[in-house]
Each structure stands twice: as structure tokens, then as C-alpha cells.
């Protein structure tokens, strides 16, 4: 099976770490196209797998962009879909990975003559896409895509609230190789020593792990954390990845307002997560739209942290609340500062729960079999 996947981010999003494990499980020739350059590409050669960037120029159009900026994109497109076709007759499936790699790879799938499949990461809805966005994306999956793969329930019933195609979509979640989460014994001493050179060795550590971006809701936390006693402390892992600088200005401005800067950590794009979950004594997800999957919520799982995810999209999916985790309304951030108080309060009870969900998203995301999951989705395509 010969596969030419097209992503359109040159940075590590979670679209694009789904997209390194997928590849790399395919022993027979690949390629991952980029509709730009950054430090995905550096990733994908440093694990060998095949990767062309295949235009100079980032396509300017957004998810909130309206009719005219994607016309204007389009002389941009043209060369761009005439690649990826001439590229794509030496596969046997085009694998679109984004929306922006839809709109390549439908046109490029109807030009080279390959069958298109689309890996819907993301929620089709009003809180995330321009109305011209949503049903540009959906005629291309129902006209041009003959088998999507929802990286949730949510991201599926959004689809097709949406207007695509339910007899298309099959939901595989994301995998992930756990033998890079090590036990949480084994995160002990790593932990401390951590702890200390961050100067929080006897507070109680919340850890957000995301991309700064609104709507991943690092401004609930901060909020919470002024209704929480001062020994409760923030770390916040992660960078603005698409020219999110007014939202970062804004939460150094809250930090300095609500006099929180000497509980605040905010360390940046990191690439040990497991190692700096370890360091936390819980993982707050605080997304204020409906997140699509969540794959922090399941890493902080297999770190055995304790979770407390926003209420809403895929993360109801991967959370039982009391269970294996918790869930709280998007957004409700005295609701957050409450269960971040009932977690630090109730340690012994907190870490069975943490305990249980470890085991089980060992059960539930182990990556080799989310991988032979795609796998027979595609057989099953190409020997229609
Ligand atoms: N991540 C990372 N370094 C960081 C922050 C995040 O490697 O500094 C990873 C994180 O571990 C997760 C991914 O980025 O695997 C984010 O995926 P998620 O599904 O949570 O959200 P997305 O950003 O894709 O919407
Ligand atoms: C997207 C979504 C995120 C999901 C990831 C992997 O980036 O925003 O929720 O976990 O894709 O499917």
C-alpha cells in the first residue's frame, strides 16, 4: 500500500504527531507532503520517514476566513494541486490529513485519478470554521473522499451535522506507543529532581499542556488559580504555533494583574511531555470549544496524573468522570478551582482514579492497534 499523505502545518500539532505515528507504522513506500516548512519536517527525516514540502509559500487562508481570501488563494493553489497530482501517480491513495490538505487532495485525487481519504481531527462547527470554510469542507469530503476517519464520535457527528456523508466515516482514535510513558514509579526520581529546578518542590503542580491559542482555554486556568490557596501553581507547556501573539501578550497581562507571576511557569514548546507530566500533580484540559480528541488528556492518563478535562467534543469520550478522571464545564472556571481543591485534598482517592486511568487507556490507545485499525479501513478501500 503505497500512501501520499499531504498535511498542510510545517509545526508539531497533534494532527501532525498523529500523522508521524501513522506513517511511520507503513513499512512500504510513503511520502508526507507539506503544504509548509518548520519543525514537523525536521521530525519526520529525524524518524526517516519520506517528507517534500511541497510549496514555498504558506497558503494565507484561515479556518475563519470567508469567500474572498479563499479565492484569493487560489492562484496560489492551482500549481500547488498540479504537484500534488503528477506526485500522487506514484501511490495508490492520497491521504489528507488537514483541511487545507482536503482542498489539495481532493483536486489533486480527481486530477491523478487516486482514490482520496480525509483524517478528520477536527470539529466541523460554528465555534471552529467560517460558515464558507464548513461547507467547502464538506462538499470536498462528500464529492471527493471515499472513506474519512473521525479521530472521534464528536468529530463524526459534527461531520455529518454538518451535512457529510454518515456511510463514509469510520472513528479511530488516536494511538499512542506506550512504551514511551513509563510506569509512574519509574517517574519518581525524574519528578523530584524537576520539581526542583522549577522551584516547585512542595506546591501542588496543575499542568497545561497545549498550544497557547483561546481557545485552548489557558485563561481559565489562571483564573482558577485566583480562587485556589497560593500554594496551587500553574506550568504551562506549550507555544503559540499559528501567530497567536496578541492571546499570549494577553495572558502575560492577566498573570500581571492578578498577581500570579510567582506561580506561574510558562516553559514553551517542550518535546519530553511524559517527563514534564511527571512533574505535575494534576493535568488540567481546559479547551472553551469542543475539543476533537484531546490527545493531552490521554497522555496525561498514561503519565498516571490525574486529569480534569473541559466537558465537551471527544474528551467526553476519553474521560469517565470519578472514574478516570474529571469533567468540567468549558469555560466554568470557579467549577475548575473546585475540583483542582477536592483533587490536592483527597490525594489517596485522586491517584486510584489516576491509577485506574492508566490502565486503561493502555487498553484503549495502544497505538499498534489504532494503526492496524487504519490499516484494514484502507485494504478495504482499495480492494473496492
Ligand atoms: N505537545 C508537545 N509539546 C508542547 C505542547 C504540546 O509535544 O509543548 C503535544 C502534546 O503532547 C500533544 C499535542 O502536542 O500530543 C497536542 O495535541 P492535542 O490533541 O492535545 O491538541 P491540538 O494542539 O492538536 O489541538
Ligand atoms: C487536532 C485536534 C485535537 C486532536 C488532534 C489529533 O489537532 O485539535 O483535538 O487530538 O487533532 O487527532
Not at 507503513?26 to 519526520?44: A, H, N
Not at 484561515?62 to 500522487?88: D, F, H, N, V
Not at 486530477?111 to 464558507?132: C, G, M, N, Q, W
Not at 507530566?277 to 494534576?282: E, H
Amino acid at each position: 500500500m503505497k500512501l501520499f499523505f499531504i498535511d498542510q502545518s510545517g509545526n508539531l500539532g497533534g494532527a501532525e504527531l498523529c500523522l508521524a505515528d501513522i506513517a511511520q507504522s507503513f513499512e512500504t513506500p510513503v511520502l508526507i507532503g507539506l503544504l509548509q516548512d518548520g519543525p514537523f519536517r525536521e521530525r519526520l527525516e529525524s524518524l526517516q520517514v519520506p517528507v517534500q514540502v511541497l510549496t514555498k509559500q504558506a497558503l494565507q487562508v484561515r479556518k475563519e476566513s470567508g469567500l474572498a481570501a479563499g479565492l484569493k488563494s487560489l492562484q496560489q493553489l492551482i500549481p500547488l494541486i498540479q504537484k500534488a497530482a503528477r506526485t500522487a501517480a506514484d501511490y495508490d491513495a492520497i491521504y489528507a490529513n488537514t483541511p487545507k490538505a482536503l482542498v489539495v487532495g481532493a483536486l489533486a485525487s480527481a486530477l491523478s485519478r487516486r482514490p482520496l481519504v480525509y483524517h478528520l481531527h477536527d470539529i466541523i462547527a460554528p465555534e471552529h470554521f467560517s460558515k464558507t470554510n464548513r461547507q467547502l469542507l464538506i462538499f470536498l469530503a462528500n464529492r471527493f473522499a471515499r472513506l474519512v476517519i473521525a479521530n472521534s464520535n464528536a468529530s463524526k457527528a459534527a461531520f455529518i451535522e454538518a451535512g457529510g456523508q454518515a456511510d463514509k466515516v469510520e472513528v479511530v482514535y488516536n494511538g499512542f506507543d506506550l512504551d514511551a510513558y513509563p510506569v509512574a514509579v519509574a517517574l519518581e526520581e525524574p519528578r523530584a529532581a524537576l520539581r526542583q529546578e522549577l522551584g516547585l518542590s512542595n506546591r501542588f503542580v496543575v499542568g497545561h499542556f497545549s498550544r497557547l491559542a483561546p481557545w485552548k482555554g489557558q485563561h481559565i486556568l489562571l483564573e482558577a488559580l485566583t480562587h485556589l490557596p497560593e500554594d496551587v501553581v500553574a506550568l504551562f507547556v506549550g507555544d503559540a504555533l499559528f501567530g497567536e501573539d496578541a492571546y499570549v501578550e494577553a495572558l502575560h497581562q492577566q498573570v500581571k494583574d492578578q498577581g500570579l507571576s510567582d506561580r506561574i511557569r510558562f516553559l514553551g514548546f517542550q518535546s519530553d511531555i511524559p517527563r514534564l507530566m511527571a512533574a505535575c500533580d494534576l493535568v488540567a484540559h481546559t479547551s472553551t470549544a469542543p475539543e476533537p480528541f484531546g490527545r493531552v488528556i490521554v497522555e496525561a492518563m498514561l503519565c498516571a496524573r490525574p486529569v480534569i478535562a473541559a466537558a465537551a467534543g471527544g474528551a467526553v469520550e476519553l474521560v469517565e468522570p470519578g472514574q478516570t478522571g474529571w469533567l468540567c464545564p468549558p469555560g466554568d472556571a470557579d467549577k475548575l478551582a473546585a475540583l483542582i481543591l477536592s483533587c490536592r485534598d483527597q490525594p489517596e482517592f485522586t491517584q486510584a482514579v489516576a491509577q485506574r486511568a492508566d490502565q486503561t487507556a493502555r487498553q484503549r490507545f495502544n497505538l499498534t492497534e489504532t494503526n492496524q485499525q487504519i490499516r484494514s479501513h484502507l485494504q478495504a478501500l482499495l480492494e473496492r
